[in-house]
């Protein structure tokens, strides 16, 4: 005699819940709300080979930079004329920064070349600090 009682409830209770989710309304999360601020970012979510090669980029840029470094105190000049000759920290850095942020920009606003992007921006960093480890062997 209790069964139907308690299934009464159950349902009564389900149908309850039901309509409460349905009446909230959802939270945007932070990163919602900031690119819809900014307004040109995609949105569109990263595939498993896109973080990759962003990741690889961030790597390959921060390699450059330490190989960079190590040539300049060994004596040797950096190649790039637009850093000059002997670069200041800061100038490195910035510059080291400035390619991925750069990249990441460009691949929110063009998503369908993210690939392409990425792996510009790895190439940008990885060829320069292997040419930079040939240089100081």
């Excluded at 005699?1 to 999360?29: C, F, G, H, M, W």
Aim: hydrophobic share 30%.
């Amino acid at each position: 005699a209790n069964l139907p009682k308690r299934n009464q409830y159950r349902e009564k209770l389900d149908l309850a819940l039901e309509v409460q989710e349905t009446n909230i309304p959802k939270e945007k999360s932070f990163y919602q709300k900031i690119r819809k601020e900014l307004g040109f970012f995609s949105g569109k979510p990263y595939t498993t080979e896109e973080a990759i090669l962003f990741g690889t980029c961030i790597a390959a840029q921060g390699a450059d930079y330490y190989s960079t470094k190590r040539n300049i105190k060994m004596g040797f000049e950096e190649s790039n004329p637009i850093l000059g000759k002997n670069p200041s920290d800061k100038t490195l850095i910035s510059f080291k920064i400035g390619i991925p942020l750069g990249s990441y920009v460009t691949g929110e606003h063009y998503p369908k070349y993210r690939k392409k992007i990425y792996g510009t921006c790895t190439a940008l960093g990885t060829i320069p600090a292997i040419l930079n480890f040939l240089k100081s062997r």
